[in-house]
């Protein structure tokens, strides 16, 4: 039986990496040691985090005045490293349309408690259970702000934001945790990006920010490990990084650099997730939340049946079929479909194929 991986995150990889990844386990480089043997220090290491970024920076179009980092403590660290280093004694604006928008908000907001700086509420959808994005007017904003935080993806209510806001001049800062590299963003658009590298860029244990120079801090921050200008002096090597995915890291930019880049990752997204979205729409049985769909997200598709029971079964039923993970986050119920980058598309065929059966035999 073919097993397809719906997982949020830590998600599906390419099968090339990691059958590559498993040649070079034993003898990486013809070194006579794994990866995961390494020192960090070591020419070899030096080799693979260069190249991680120089291929980042290819497939983004990351310009020369930005910093690539790669760094650990998960996207949620970014949720107080963000404002520890930028924001010190200025305003800085939240833009909440999911829940880890919300998150990123509820930390800022309980680090100003000890730290010098205004998080400030800007927009909410929450009332609306996050089934549409929130908008707001640039000339609500504070010019000396020092960010307009937003969320690209909202990974738990499957929306999605591609016409970036008007901030009134303030730097756009965004979590893209559940896109990065599934659709093609302009980075010159953003002052800073973050990404957990669980969905799209690897497996799980290194985060991504790419950070414009001017916006590194000036002074020291609290701690070394969180602080954006130490981390960028020492080539995200200030301390040990989590050397084994970097290395993988690595090979997934490869393979999205040898399959054409960002572009071509986006047409097989909007493919991938236009076929389930077309088949949720003609469909009596299946719901999206989704409000809008101009806000669709190409990575995270959530439906649900005509009740929990069905949804229930529905679930366990997919399981069994070789259909895994498909159980829409514990805050929302139903079902869930990521369609990261290396989520196949006869998977999403076959998903459609099994999901038209159970709306046949329980309508
Ligand atoms: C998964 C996710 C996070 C949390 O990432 P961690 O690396 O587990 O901290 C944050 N933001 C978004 C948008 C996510 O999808």
Do not use: C
Not at 33 to 46: G, K, P, W, Y
Not at 157 to 185: C, H, K, R
Not at 194 to 216: F, H, M, S
């Amino acid at each position: 039986m073919t097993i397809y991986n719906f997982s949020a995150g830590p998600a599906v990889l390419p099968k090339e990496v990691l059958k590559k990844a498993q040649a070079e386990l034993l003898d990486y480089a013809a070194s006579g040691m794994s990866v995961l043997e390494l020192s960090h220090r070591s020419s070899e290491f030096a080799d693979i985090i260069e190249q991680a970024e120089r291929l980042l920076r290819d497939l983004m179009g990351i310009p020369d005045n930005y910093k690539v980092l790669f760094l650990q403590g998960g996207a949620s660290t970014q949720f107080s490293m963000l404002p520890l280093n930028l924001a010190k004694g200025k305003k800085a604006y939240y833009v909440v349309a999911g829940s880890w928008g919300k998150k990123a908000y509820t930390e800022a907001v309980k680090l100003a408690k000890s730290f010098p700086f205004e998080p400030l509420l800007l927009a909410s959808s929450e009332e609306d259970n996050f089934r549409q994005l929130p908008s707001f007017k640039a000339d609500e904003i504070d010019p000396e702000a020092a960010y307009v935080h937003v969320t690209t993806n909202n990974t738990i209510e499957g929306t999605a934001l591609y016409d970036l806001p008007a901030t009134n001049g303030v730097p756009l800062v965004a979590d893209m945790s559940s896109n990065i590299l599934a659709f093609d963003y302009r980075v010159e658009d953003f002052g800073l990006i973050y990404a957990g590298a669980q969905k799209n860029i690897g497996p799980a244990g290194v985060t991504v920010v790419i950070v414009r120079e001017d916006l590194l801090n000036s002074e020291p921050t609290l701690s070394s490990m969180l602080d954006y200008r130490i981390q960028a002096d020492n080539g995200s090597l200030y301390n040990t990084p989590p050397t084994f995915a970097i290395y993988l890291a690595k090979l997934v930019f490869e393979w999205v650099k040898d399959l054409g880049g960002l572009q071509e990752m986006e047409a097989r997204n909007r493919e991938k997730s236009g076929l389930l979205y077309d088949f949720i729409e003609q469909s009596d049985f299946y719901q999206s939340p989704v409000r809008y769909q101009k806000e669709r997200s190409l990575a995270n598709i959530p439906f649900v049946s005509p009740s929990p029971d069905l949804d229930a079964k529905f679930i366990k039923e997919a399981g069994l079929a070789g259909f895994k993970n498909i159980k829409g986050h514990r805050s929302v119920g139903g079902m869930r479909a990521s369609l990261y980058n290396a989520f196949p598309l006869q998977g999403v065929k076959d998903l459609i194929d099994f999901m038209a059966r159970f709306e046949a035999e329980n309508s």
